[in-house]
Protein backbone atom coordinates (compact mmCIF):
# COMPACT_ATOMS: atom_id res chain seq x y z
CA UNK A 1 0.00 0.00 0.00
CA UNK A 2 1.47 3.70 -0.91
CA UNK A 3 0.88 6.18 1.78
CA UNK A 4 -0.94 9.12 1.61
CA UNK A 5 -4.10 7.24 -0.73
CA UNK A 6 -7.54 6.87 0.95
CA UNK A 7 -8.68 3.55 1.64
CA UNK A 8 -12.63 2.94 2.19
CA UNK A 9 -13.77 -0.03 4.71
CA UNK A 10 -17.32 -1.35 4.54
CA UNK A 11 -18.51 -4.50 6.75
CA UNK A 12 -22.07 -6.35 6.73
CA UNK A 13 -22.33 -8.57 9.44
CA UNK A 14 -25.55 -10.98 9.35
CA UNK A 15 -27.19 -14.09 10.69
CA UNK A 16 -24.71 -16.45 7.82
CA UNK A 17 -21.80 -14.14 7.27
CA UNK A 18 -19.37 -11.24 7.98
CA UNK A 19 -18.91 -9.48 4.49
CA UNK A 20 -16.12 -7.19 4.44
CA UNK A 21 -15.28 -4.94 1.76
CA UNK A 22 -11.62 -2.72 1.20
CA UNK A 23 -11.39 -0.05 -1.70
CA UNK A 24 -8.34 1.73 -1.91
CA UNK A 25 -7.03 4.48 -4.57
CA UNK A 26 -3.02 3.32 -4.76
CA UNK A 27 -1.93 1.33 -7.57
CA UNK A 28 -4.05 -1.36 -8.61
CA UNK A 29 -3.00 -4.79 -7.52
CA UNK A 30 -1.32 -7.22 -9.45
CA UNK A 31 -2.05 -10.85 -8.80
CA UNK A 32 -0.29 -11.94 -12.32
CA UNK A 33 3.05 -11.19 -9.79
CA UNK A 34 2.20 -13.02 -7.08
CA UNK A 35 3.77 -15.41 -6.00
CA UNK A 36 3.27 -18.03 -2.25
CA UNK A 37 5.22 -17.40 0.23
CA UNK A 38 8.04 -19.87 1.28
CA UNK A 39 6.66 -20.23 5.13
CA UNK A 40 9.82 -22.42 6.16
CA UNK A 41 12.14 -19.00 4.95
CA UNK A 42 10.80 -15.89 6.88
CA UNK A 43 9.95 -12.83 4.82
CA UNK A 44 8.94 -9.13 5.80
CA UNK A 45 6.04 -9.45 2.86
CA UNK A 46 3.84 -11.29 1.23
CA UNK A 47 1.72 -12.96 3.37
CA UNK A 48 -1.19 -10.68 3.21
CA UNK A 49 -2.78 -12.20 0.19
CA UNK A 50 -1.80 -15.92 1.80
CA UNK A 51 -3.70 -15.36 4.70
CA UNK A 52 -6.70 -13.92 3.00
CA UNK A 53 -6.92 -16.58 0.94
CA UNK A 54 -6.74 -19.21 3.90
CA UNK A 55 -9.50 -17.58 6.14
CA UNK A 56 -11.44 -16.19 4.00
CA UNK A 57 -14.27 -18.11 2.04
CA UNK A 58 -14.53 -16.07 -0.85
CA UNK A 59 -12.55 -13.32 -2.01
CA UNK A 60 -12.73 -10.96 -4.98
CA UNK A 61 -10.58 -8.50 -6.27
CA UNK A 62 -12.11 -6.26 -8.18
CA UNK A 63 -9.81 -3.32 -10.41
CA UNK A 64 -11.92 -2.48 -13.34
CA UNK A 65 -12.18 1.04 -10.84
CA UNK A 66 -10.17 3.98 -12.62
CA UNK A 67 -7.90 4.04 -9.55
CA UNK A 68 -7.00 1.30 -7.08
CA UNK A 69 -8.63 -2.07 -5.61
CA UNK A 70 -11.63 -3.02 -4.25
CA UNK A 71 -11.26 -6.33 -2.39
CA UNK A 72 -14.54 -8.27 -1.54
CA UNK A 73 -14.04 -11.29 1.11
CA UNK A 74 -16.73 -13.32 3.24
CA UNK A 75 -16.52 -15.66 5.83
CA UNK A 76 -19.31 -17.59 6.52
CA UNK A 77 -20.25 -18.20 10.16
CA UNK A 78 -20.39 -22.02 11.01
CA UNK A 79 -22.35 -23.55 14.12
CA UNK A 80 -20.30 -24.41 17.11
CA UNK A 81 -21.50 -27.68 18.05
CA UNK A 82 -21.02 -28.27 22.20
CA UNK A 83 -19.29 -31.46 23.78
Do not use: C, W
Not at 34 to 45: A, C, G, H, M
Amino acid sequence: MENGHEIMLSVVIDSDKIALTVRDLGDKIDLKRYRLPNLDVPSESGYGVFMIRNLMDIVEYDISHELGTELKMVKFRQEVKDG
